[in-house]
């Protein structure tokens, strides 16, 4: 719990995210973040479409506070459909609505996800809404109703730490949704807090939408509910078609591959560009091991080197904490 509000933390910080930027890959995201460029990313999901495998791409960025950057982020993205259409990969968009200035206003980000839309629904390319913490869950929502009106190529996330998760479940079962436990640091009086009892959440919330929902996601790392899916669907006569698996690029390679080669309908969620440092936080506040996977890659020399910068910029954060 300590070590993930440490990284937790880390996420947040804005003058770590501007030196992330400026000084790239060379900390040790490139395991787990597929290029900082449209071509580089491509070519990543040409390698995964091989093995029979689709992809969600997430054209990183989050917390935007300039309208100029949102704006820029929707050109990017909007570039990024362009690119599935005219490369013909199997891929779609998943996108945070922060990053398109949910935190700036409401009605700038409803006009920017508007042209992102529309644009993938003349190449009838889906754009899942990736969720956030808590104070964006609504305001995400309202901007899928208002969406909803005119368009129907588009899906979000139900997070299982969430109490409200299975009223919102109920109320989105004919989206196609990804089901996951979620990442963020939610306070008690609206989330789950114990690993069990959010396990025990996600699997209910998995089983209701594979019997009553649309097309169900599951996105998850963890065996024991991708076993328990593999079971469930089997004894249910739930067919492949109506569910898939997702998992984040750069983890458990193999068990992907494994998925797909034994039929199981795969999409591995591609993260990419060069505002990776808020994601690559998180997914070492939610398995302090993937510090290995990168450590690894990046100072097979001296692992404590990227532990030492970890340390290091947690007291620098600390210092410039807004
Ligand atoms: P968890 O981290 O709970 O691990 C459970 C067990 O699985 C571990 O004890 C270990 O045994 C095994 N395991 C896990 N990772 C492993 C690894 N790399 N190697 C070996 N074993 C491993 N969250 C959110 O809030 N909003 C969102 O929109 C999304 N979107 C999203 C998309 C996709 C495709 C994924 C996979 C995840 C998300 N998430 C997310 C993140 C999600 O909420 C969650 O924080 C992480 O997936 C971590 O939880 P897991 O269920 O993967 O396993």
Redesign the pocket.
């Known amino acids: 719990m300590i070590l993930k509000n440490f990284f937790i933390g880390l996420s947040q910080n804005q003058f770590l995210n501007t030196m992330a930027q400026k000084y790239g890959f060379k900390l040790g995201a490139k395991s787990v973040v597929a290029g900082t460029n449209v071509e580089e990313m491509i070519e990543s999901v040409k390698e995964l479409n091989m093995h029979g495998i689709s992809c969600t791409i997430d054209n990183l960025g989050e917390f935007v506070y300039e309208r100029e950057e949102a704006t820029k982020a929707k050109e990017q993205i909007i570039n990024v459909i362009e690119a599935i259409n005219g490369s013909g990969v199997d891929a779609h968009i998943s996108l945070k609505p922060t990053q398109l200035g949910l935190d700036i206003d409401y009605d700038f980000c409803l006009r920017n996800l508007e042209e992102i839309v529309g644009r993938a629904h003349s190449y009838n390319i889906f754009i899942n809404f990736?969720?956030e913490d808590y104070g964006h869950l609504q305001p995400s929502l309202d901007l899928i109703d208002e969406l909803s009106k005119k368009y129907e190529n588009i899906g979000t996330?139900i997070?299982a730490y969430f109490f409200r998760a299975e009223q919102d479940i109920q109320r989105y079962r004919g989206y196609r949704l990804?089901l996951?436990?979620?990442?963020?640091k939610e306070p008690e009086e609206v989330a789950y807090q114990d690993?069990k009892e959010i396990d025990r959440n996600l699997l209910r919330l998995i089983e209701y939408h594979l019997v009553n929902g649309k097309f169900t996601s599951i996105?998850?790392?963890?065996?024991n509910?991708i076993n328990h899916v593999k079971k469930f669907t089997i004894e249910n006569n739930i067919p492949k078609e109506k569910f898939e698996f997702?998992?984040?690029y750069g983890?458990?390679k193999e068990m992907q591959l494994d998925l797909a080669k034994e039929g199981y309908n795969f999409c591995t969620?591609v993260p990419f560009g060069t505002d990776w440092y808020g994601y690559f936080m998180r997914r070492l506040a939610?398995?302090p091991q993937?510090l290995n996977l990168i450590a690894k890659q990046v100072f097979n020399r001296k692992t404590n080197t990227i532990i030492g910068f970890g340390v290091g910029t947690f007291f620098l954060g600390r210092l410039t904490k807004k």
Do not use: C, P, S, W
């Not at 996951?180 to 963020?184: D, L, M, S």
């Not at 996105?219 to 065996?223: F, G, Q, V, Y």
């Open positions: 990736d969720m996330v997070q990804r996951v436990k979620g990442a963020y690993k996105a998850t790392h963890d065996h509910i997702q998992m984040l983890f458990r969620y939610e398995r993937n």
